[in-house]
């Protein structure tokens, strides 16, 4: 057999690891692949983690110990994320968004599959180091987004119901008050979807007053699972918003009245400009 | 500035190409990213075709003309993705999967995004030639593993609701049958979600009798919309499956009965067997 290259070793490598997010692969699984010392493996690692810094790429890291070996987090850059984030900000604040209700139109930004990506890999880089166990999220609309938060935490989803279903087995139910009118609602999730013990990152698209928030933390509660924070996507915030919402992790803040003349005043999250 | 080497080209273009799939990159891009003449670019896109056919890890294609340039299919080969749909059709024959009412408990799959990107990649693979300019489910289970197929297709993904909300302006709404009680449920989809004329691949997670993608199908057929094709994860069949269910492509098949006892026979879809 010809010796495999480093060129096609690196290429082959890049892939393999972006495709899975802090998932560890041994040396040894390389050295297999490429029927190739470990040094030589060693050294092409090298190489990709000064090109994936150089280029804004990520980051490669090497995990020692028995279990060790080298995994991609898909850590994005601060600036990168800053800019990527207020060209969306231009795109949402378009007036042709505003829906009759004043409701913000975003379903668009929530269906494209690519920017969704960039999105969660925004949202889960100050998780990494958190080790969060899943990503938690509510149906419908935060599913797209809370999905891609947990491919690149390389972590599993589980997905709150409104409504318990008979295929998912028992459940535990809670009633939470939502919004400004004070209505009761509900959320039921699968006994056997978490377990006593775990760490949980909570993932909605959007809040306004934080009660669907709210409403997860308790049910984590429930289960005796830890919430090590709360992304959302698109945070409303007012003069009436609860304290209790400065804690939530946005990436975008949407101030003041939505009208259809002149559209919605969205920004970056402050903790994107620093 | 120092030259860039080969090295770093390929495993920098390894991961755009791939993070982006069936995005055109134009050559100028490229040429601009490393400041590199466009001919040593081509030969660096040759050797990442190669690479990635050798280790089959997807297709790099030449799009020629003046929109020209270069895009990433994940293409699983035959092989690869029967031999994973076998390890997963193990795991889903686990008697511990069944729930009482003898439900099979698939939500874990569709839980684990790396899981699911590799099984979305398997199901948009025929569907690559045929150009969907979205893809359609319906809430909320399937949504995870259409976003997948979504991603792997780089089109986005538009989602009907059982429920029309507010927040996404006008609606058309569909009644259907589901299920062999004959139970009439609803389907909406915001007007501005699609456009006359457009080509829909029709995704979702578990069906039995069809009933809910007719469903889909037919709210196609209001919007003026081209279905080129359904495509469902895990299909029941049984001896009253109705003849319709025959064109859907699935990725895994269950056969008779499902008991807490013996659990549920799981089997490769015919067309990846081929």
């Not at 990506?117 to 080790?131: D, H, K, Q, R, S």
């Not at 989803?157 to 008050?177: C, D, M, P, Q, W």
């Amino acid at each position: 057999m010809e010796k495999i290259k480093r060129n096609v070793r690196v290429a082959a490598m890049a892939k393999l690891l972006t495709e899975s997010p802090n998932h560890i692969f041994t040396l040894s699984q390389f050295c297999t692949l490429f029927d190739t010392a470990k040094s030589t493996i060693s050294e092409d690692i090298d190489l990709l983690r000064s090109v994936f810094e150089d280029f804004g790429l990520g980051q490669i890291e090497t995990v020692t110990g028995a279990a060790g070996g080298v995994k991609f987090l898909p850590v994005v850059p601060m600036d990168k994320a800053l800019s990527f984030v207020k060209e969306t900000c231009v795109d949402l604040s378009d007036p042709g968004r505003v829906l009759p209700g004043n409701f913000l139109y975003i379903q668009d930004i929530l269906s494209q599959p690519d920017k969704l990506e960039t999105l969660g890999a925004i949202m889960a880089t100050p998780y990494f180091n958190e080790n969060p166990d899943f990503v938690l999220t509510v149906e419908t609309k935060g599913i797209p987004f809370a999905l891609m938060v947990a491919k690149a935490l390389g972590v599993p989803l589980v997905i709150a119901r409104r409504n318990h279903k008979s295929f998912e087995g028992s459940v535990v139910t809670i009633n939470y008050i939502s919004g400004a009118g004070g209505e009761m609602k509900t959320m039921s999730l699968a006994k056997r979807a978490v377990k006593a013990g775990q760490r949980a990152l909570i993932i909605d698209d959007f809040t306004k007053d934080g009660g669907t928030v709210r409403g997860m933390m308790e049910l984590m509660r429930e289960f005796d699972v830890t919430c090590v924070g709360v992304g959302v996507m698109v945070q409303r915030r007012r003069s009436d918003t609860p304290q209790f919402c400065n804690d939530i992790r946005s990436l975008f803040v949407v101030e003041g009245e939505i009208d259809e003349k002149n559209g919605a005043t969205v920004t970056p999250a402050e903790w994107l400009t620093k």
